[in-house]
């Protein structure tokens, strides 16, 4: 006798109309494995941090992590074929992950890509542990700068250079912000990769590179990148704005690569055009790893309709999690790591699952149905029920 089909699993989720609908999920999706070809993009996801749920911290105020659900999500995009952005804006760094935790993320990472065929590995390095209320002068940066290249240069790491609040509260003019890069860069032992990120992300980054005019900006961005290629692998651009991006692609030197920031419209930026592509360095690449790995591994096989077949349906998806505010999609990336069984909980360093409504947990939800990225139905459902519940719906 054959077995009767199971009935799809379903949740109860809200509406924007505040009604309480039943849904029912969709299978998942069957990516692409990978390529027996290299790919021809490199794609790295900025990683997020694993909190520890059992520990006696008020979130608020302190730090703890479960580094083996941490260290097991890097295993796991590593084994995908992506690299790892390590202890970024995604890992809440600067927003609950100070320096030193960061330090120790950044360490324990460097060490298992080290012990892992293949694995690739580029970490933050900043100035966040400078209090900018506090820098009183250029020099100051510079300083905070050399001690976190400095600190991952000496486990053997590869470095992010992030944008600095204190850099950007200091700095009168864009002659500030090439002196700074030039001191640094100059000493950098290795190429390293820049990152811009707009102020949708970090207020306190508002008007970065010494003006608000974005053209004005790029040309200061720029003319510091290209007078110091020898140093630079690529630039991370997170302004979400595709026609920026593709505009200063076009003016690097040639010795310098692109990775887009842009969560929005990654898909087009990393296909290209007849001038050029992008790389990444991307957020979302983290809650979609096994679909941006089997886009990925089809642009290798020169499919680009499997490529976008697969990438446009977790667009949607990306640009709902990084919706303003912007600052807070960490949130939505750790709900889908928690609805897919990489951790056990939904809780987060500073108490940042809270920083999305009820209705946005929903229809993050269905979109990631709609992805296909929920790997087990049932086990997100189960999951999505319960959260729910602390929510009043279906209590």
């Not at 940066?141 to 850099?167: C, D, H, N, P, W």
């Not at 890069?181 to 508002?206: C, K, N, S, T």
């Not at 920026?244 to 842009?262: F, N, P, Q, W």
């Amino acid at each position: 006798m054959l077995d009767k089909p199971r009935p799809a699993a379903s949740v109860l989720l809200p509406t924007a109309d505040r009604r309480i609908e039943s849904y029912r999920l969709s299978a998942p999706a069957e990516f692409p494995s990978r390529s027996a070809k290299p790919l021809n993009r490199i794609a790295l996801a900025a990683a997020h941090m694993v909190a520890d749920p059992l520990a006696e911290v008020d979130p608020w105020l302190g730090v703890a992590v479960d580094w083996d659900r941490t260290m097991a999500y890097r295993d796991y995009l590593w084994g995908l074929g992506l690299g790892v952005a390590e202890a970024m804006d995604t890992a809440q760094r600067g927003m609950g992950l100070d320096w030193p935790m960061a330090l120790e993320l950044i360490k324990r990472s460097v060490k298992a890509a080290k012990a892992t065929p293949g694995a690739v590995v580029f970490s933050g390095a900043g100035t966040d542990h400078l209090d900018p209320a506090a820098a009183g002068s250029l020099d100051d940066v510079v300083k905070a700068y050399e001690t976190q290249f400095e600190a991952i240069e000496a486990v053997g790491g590869r470095i992010i250079m992030m944008a600095s609040r204190a850099l950007a509260r200091l700095a009168r003019g864009p002659d500030d912000y090439a002196r700074v890069y030039d001191r640094i860069l100059g000493q950098a032992g290795e190429p390293v990769i820049i990152h811009w990120l707009g102020d949708m992300f970090d207020p306190a980054l508002a008007g970065y590179w010494g003006t608000g005019d974005l053209d004005a900006a790029m040309d200061t961005a720029v003319g510091v990148i290209n007078a110091n290629a020898a140093k630079v692998d690529g630039v991370k651009v997170s302004l979400l704005d595709k026609d920026k991006e593709i505009a200063m692609r076009r003016r690097l030197d040639s010795r310098v690569l692109m990775y887009t920031g842009d969560d929005f419209n990654y898909a087009e930026l990393i296909a290209g055009d007849e001038q050029g592509y992008s790389h990444a360095l991307l957020g979302i690449f983290d809650a979609i790893a096994p679909a941006a790995a089997g886009a990925l591994a089809a642009l290798a096989e020169d499919d680009l309709k499997a490529f976008h077949a697969i990438f446009a349906p977790t667009v949607p998806l990306s640009r709902h999690i990084f919706k303003a505010p912007t600052r807070f999609y960490k949130t939505g990336v750790v709900f889908v790591a928690y609805l897919n069984g990489h951790q056990d909980h939904f809780t987060m360093v500073g108490g940042q699952e809270s920083t999305r409504s009820t209705l946005h947990l929903a229809e993050l939800f269905r979109l990631a149905d709609k992805a296909g990225i929920l790997t087990d139905p049932e086990r997100a459902a189960a999951r999505m029920a319960s959260v729910m519940a602390t929510r009043g719906i279906g209590a």
